[in-house]
């Protein structure tokens, strides 16, 4: 998978916007959590090179944005968790998952 780093503030307005042309996936991922590391994984067992034509992804370490990933949940109107999926389409978070629940069979029904 090609990962957009989710690393400064100012990108969450240009994730915003190119949501309205294509779906936004926001994949946050802290290394310091088995559950976390787990759920990255079956993500990507299942990413298909193709996927990348329907949903752009980007990836948030928490380790080294805690205080970036406070501001996507302030920005989305969504509770901080970790691991969490969102996906964002035309500005909105549409599905939002975390832990065991994230799920590549529904973000990509989602979309």
């Not at 949501?19 to 559950?35: A, D, L, T």
Request: glycine letters at 2%; a neutral charge; charged letters at 30%.
């Amino acid at each position: 998978m090609n990962w957009n780093k989710l690393t400064q503030p100012g990108q969450i307005q240009e994730i915003k916007a190119l949501s309205e042309e294509k779906p936004v996936f926001i994949f946050k991922h802290s290394s310091r959590c088995s559950i976390s590391s787990m759920s990255l994984d079956r993500l990507l067992r299942k990413w298909k090179d193709s996927d990348a034509e329907k949903v752009t992804p980007y990836f948030l370490d928490l380790i080294a944005s805690r205080d970036l990933s406070d501001l996507v949940a302030k920005e989305f109107r969504i509770p901080h968790e970790s691991p969490q999926l969102l996906l964002i389409k035309n500005g909105e978070v549409v599905y939002d998952n975390s832990h065991f629940e994230i799920s590549y069979a529904d973000l990509m029904g989602k979309i």
